[in-house]
């Protein structure tokens, strides 16, 4: 797993019960600041890594890579979806699929994954076109004005002007080989692979009873109480498509 957090050699992290390792990490806050007399766990603000240990009808229970274990308030979590594999022939027509991707000029982008969203899940997402340049800028009406009178969107810093220009995008499929994204005004965006392929991922609500022990979540802790971790959104990944899960 990606662990981007300095190694911390000290921890008297609340909520820890002892277990056997997995994948995340925890750093904790400063010596100075306690709750209970036991410094407060944290996760990478951006988010980490974790695995599914048990689950209730009340209770989740993360453990990390160093095999500590958090229990979660099914309560205390806030945005949760799943994702599950699909092939690309199950995509029905009426899905809205949703990508990032290297621009590569006229109406096309390259990249290795797409998110789908098909039936109710549709809810879940919102059509976009958005451009990205640099370390993950987004151009307004002021950096294009300044860019048609001076040729500059944005300031860059020193390396950003090396990193390709990205689009993300969300919309209606409108055809396939390539795929294509409607964006509007009978406007669509060709998806072309990258060199490793392109996977498509299927987006739901999540439904915690679908969860199973050994599954791997994405989790994003905004708060941490004497009793839970509180997670602002955690996203759960299955290994099988949705149309083959046994509940």
Aim: aromatic content about 8%; hydrophobic content about 40%; glycine content about 10%.
């Amino acid at each position: 797993m990606d662990v981007r957090m300095r190694p911390i050699a000290w921890m008297l992290p609340l909520l820890v019960l002892p277990a056997l390792a997995a994948s995340g990490q925890v750093v904790v806050q400063p010596p100075s600041q306690f709750m209970s007399g036991m410094q407060t766990p944290k996760f990478p603000p951006s988010g980490d890594w974790a695995e599914v240990v048990t689950v209730t009808s009340k209770w989740i229970v993360l453990q990390n890579e160093k095999g500590q274990q958090f229990p979660v308030s099914i309560e205390a979590i806030g945005e949760f979806v799943m994702r599950w594999p699909i092939p690309a022939g199950a995509i029905t027509p009426g899905a809205v699929v949703e990508t990032t991707g290297i621009d590569l000029g006229t109406n096309q982008i390259r990249t290795d994954h797409v998110d789908v969203f098909e039936g109710a899940a549709r809810r879940l997402v919102q059509p976009i076109y958005q451009q990205i340049i640099g370390y993950g800028r987004t151009p307004t009406s002021f950096d294009y004005q300044n860019y048609n009178l001076y040729g500059v969107r944005i300031p860059l810093l020193p390396g950003e002007d090396q990193m390709p220009n990205r689009l993300h995008i969300a919309g209606p499929i409108v055809g396939v080989d390539p795929m294509r994204i409607g964006t509007g005004g009978n406007n669509a965006v060709a998806v072309l692979p990258s060199a490793g392929g392109l996977f498509f991922s299927q987006v739901t609500p999540g439904t915690f009873s679908f969860l199973r022990p050994g599954d791997l979540v994405y989790v994003i802790p905004s708060d941490v109480t004497v009793k839970t971790l509180v997670l602002g959104q955690m996203v759960g990944y299955k290994s099988v498509p949705l149309s083959q899960f046994v509940p």
